[in-house]
Structures are given as C-alpha cells and as structure tokens.
C-alpha cells in the first residue's frame, strides 16, 4: 500500500520563507501529476483548494492567482519528491498543506492523499 508524507509545515513571520515535501513511499510520483492543496482555517469543511500542481504526464504546470510568482513547485524523480518552495508568505498563506497524486494529468482525479503538513505565518 502506497503513501504520501509532507514534510517541511512551521511557522513564519510575513515575508518568510518555507519549502514543503511531499514524498512518496510504495508509489511512484513519476509519470502521473502531483498536486499541492491548502485547507485554510476559516474553512476547515471545505474541500481544500488546489495551489499547484505538476504533471510528469503532460508536461503542465499550475499555479494558483494568489500564489504565482511567488511559490514554485518542483519534483526529484530520483527521489521520487515533489517539492513547493513558498517565498515571500503571508498570513493569507496560513493553512494546512497537502500534496496528492493524480491519475494522470492535473485535472484528473486525485486517488492518493498525504496527511498534511500545517503551515502558520504570523508576526
């Protein structure tokens, strides 16, 4: 049975920086897309929203409006890791963050979820 484990959540002052991992263990993150997902706090019965997203399967890459140009997101395939580097944070940015492999290509459907890594920035 595959697992994802997100790793590298903490708290930061505004402007701060962070970079989350989401690694895979029994499943391979490599050829098939991979999504980061926030669950802000406000709305903890809300599906959480997709922020990014990678896909070996077509070559895409997405990024949410509020966070382009500011977060990145990467994949080691020797590791078989997708990373999000999140710069210049801001409270907004406050939620728990989890990462999701998909069928196939960013838009298809996610059949496995990581448990989430909390991400909190505040001064």
């Known amino acids: 049975q595959g697992d994802l484990a997100e790793s590298g959540g903490g708290s930061v002052e505004p402007g701060g920086s962070l970079r989350l991992s989401c690694a895979g263990s029994g499943i391979s993150l490599n050829g098939a897309a991979v999504g980061w997902f926030r669950q802000a706090p406000q709305a903890p019965g809300k599906e959480p929203d997709k922020?990014?997203?990678?896909?070996?399967?077509?070559?895409?890459?997405y990024y949410e409006e509020s966070v382009k140009g500011r977060f990145t997101i990467s994949g080691d395939n020797a590791k078989n890791t997708v990373y999000l580097q999140m710069n210049s944070l801001t409270p907004e940015d406050t939620g728990r963050y989890y990462c999701?492999?998909?069928?196939?290509?960013?838009?298809?459907?996610?059949?496995?979820w990581g448990h989430g890594t909390q991400v909190t920035v505040s001064s």
């Open positions: 999701g492999l998909y069928t196939r290509g960013c838009e298809s459907e996610v059949h496995y």
């Open positions: 922020i990014s997203c990678i896909s070996n399967y077509d070559g895409n890459t």
